[in-house]
């Protein structure tokens, strides 16, 4: 008789064992998000800020378009992430990270949107006088120097790479910005044939002290006639 109960116990056991299956555990990376990230495709970049609370600031480009201190809140649930603005460009689904390097978010489409960490902030690195002689360009003396203020404003002279139709300018102003290591640049009304500005984005790399000549930035963007990565690297005057 024992036995027998012995049995039905076991039995009971495995027949709850089987309805009752764990659930998967979750890390929760709510604070391996803290910290700056940028995006940069074909078309979108963006600058993600994160906090310890779980609010964010969101700084990008999407076709042209540019957005700037976009405030919001980030929540990380069971490997999914609620993002939440105040814009109401939101955005909830699945996302991978590797803590200190990069997450990725996936939408329902499936596209992904790969963010990398950025350790440096390069707003005053940028400040300065730069030169360029290794342009996107192809025309003779094709050297371009540039100046960034701290007041967001930048000034060119050289080649503009505009297409197949590079234009020669002198001190050519406009507005840019720097969040993170992705810089947000104004191609002024008059060169995209428009009424407003198009803005652009670029990645920038810094290596103080690159060449016995000084500091190299490089500017990594993507081409607009051809859809892929180019880099122009510039020296500080």
Known sequence: MKKLLL??????????????????????????????????????????????????????????????????????????????????????????????KSFSLYEDSGERYIYQYCANDLSDEIVGMWVCNDSKVDAQNDMMIETFDANGKTSLTGFLPMGDNPEYVVKD??????????????VPADKVGGDKPKYISERLIYTPKATALGDVMTFTNYSSDENKLVSESWLRI
Do not use: Q
């Open 173 to 186: 102003e406009t507005d840019y910005k720097v969040v993170g290591d992705l810089m947000f640049l104004a």
């Open 7 to 100: 049995m039905f116990a076991a039995v009971g056991v495995l027949f709850t064992a089987c309805n009752n299956e764990p659930e998967h555990i979750y890390d929760d990376h709510s604070a391996d998000l803290v910290g700056t990230w940028s995006c940069l495709t074909a078309n979108y970049a963006e600058v993600l800020i994160i906090n310890a609370d779980g609010t964010a600031v969101s700084y990008g480009v999407e076709d042209g378009e540019y957005w700037e201190n976009v405030r919001g809140t980030v929540v990380v649930k069971e490997g999914n992430i609620t993002m939440t603005f105040e814009d109401n460009d939101n955005f909830t689904g699945h996302f991978d990270i590797i803590p200190g």
